[in-house]
């Protein structure tokens, strides 16, 4: 079946660095990607859509500056939050979608914490 | 306002009673409605989707959902359930437009099984 790898599982920084999060669909193509931020025991929070070869859309109130997202090729998209601060500590999720069937194929996410 | 509610936030039952996660949406027309289980850090794995025909689907590990359009309803339901099962259940939606469009996640319903 569809695989979606997401690396790194989990990554402690400081305040003030940047961050990139991969998230490569293994063995099929996705032309669309999304990335998602949960909180403790909450729900998944679209945070935007990635197309390859074009810029990503986000969802109100993501700062698409301070997160980067890049997809570059049908594979892969990554994820950069930069200049992160203490607040930006969550839990990271990217889904790649083969549209043909809707299928939405989840990476194992990214624990990020800033300190 | 478009949106998908799960009414129970935590739901406990014991290891080998029945089980039914209630899904709600409200849409306009009948969304493509999918339900995926979370463990602790992990990512989400889909357990069964429906697009349309039979109302009754079979997913995975021996869970089933019932589409009700008369009641807005997509519950989840699993005849026995097992230790393994306890996690984090989330319902989510996709609006029929014809492209990789988003999944918008209901908040979630955390089963406790005991033993």
């Known amino acids: 079946g569809a695989v979606v790898s997401q690396h790194p599982s989990w990554v402690i920084c400081k305040s003030g660095t940047s961050v990139k999060i991969e998230c490569r669909s293994l063995d099929f193509q996705a032309t669309t990607m999304f990335w998602y931020r949960q909180f403790p025991k909450q729900s998944l929070m679209l945070m935007a859509t990635s197309n390859e070869g074009s810029k990503a859309t986000y969802e109100q109130g993501v700062e698409k500056d301070k997160f980067l997202i890049n997809h570059a090729s049908l594979t892969l998209s990554t994820l950069t939050v930069t200049s992160a601060h203490p607040e930006d500590s969550s839990f990271y999720i990217c889904?790649?979608?083969?549209?043909?069937?809707?299928?939405?194929?989840f990476g194992s996410g990214t624990r990020l914490t800033v300190v | 306002a478009q949106s998908v509610t799960q009414p129970d936030i935590h739901i406990t039952v014991s290891e080998g009673a029945s089980l039914e996660l209630r899904c709600n949406y409200s849409?306009?027309?009948?969304?493509?409605l999918f339900w995926y289980v979370q463990s602790p850090g992990q990512g989400l794995q889909l357990l069964l989707k429906y697009f349309s025909g039979d109302t009754l689907v079979q997913g995975i590990k021996g869970f089933e959902a019932e589409f009700k359009r008369s009641q807005s309803s997509f519950n989840l339901r699993k005849p026995s359930v097992h230790w393994s099962d306890a996690a984090e259940y989330f319902c989510a939606v996709v609006l029929n437009t014809g492209t990789a469009s988003k999944l918008t996640f209901g908040t979630g319903t955390r089963l406790q099984v005991t033993l």
């Open positions: 849409y306009g027309a009948t969304p493509y």
């Open positions: 889904s790649a979608a083969q549209t043909s069937n809707y299928g939405y194929t």
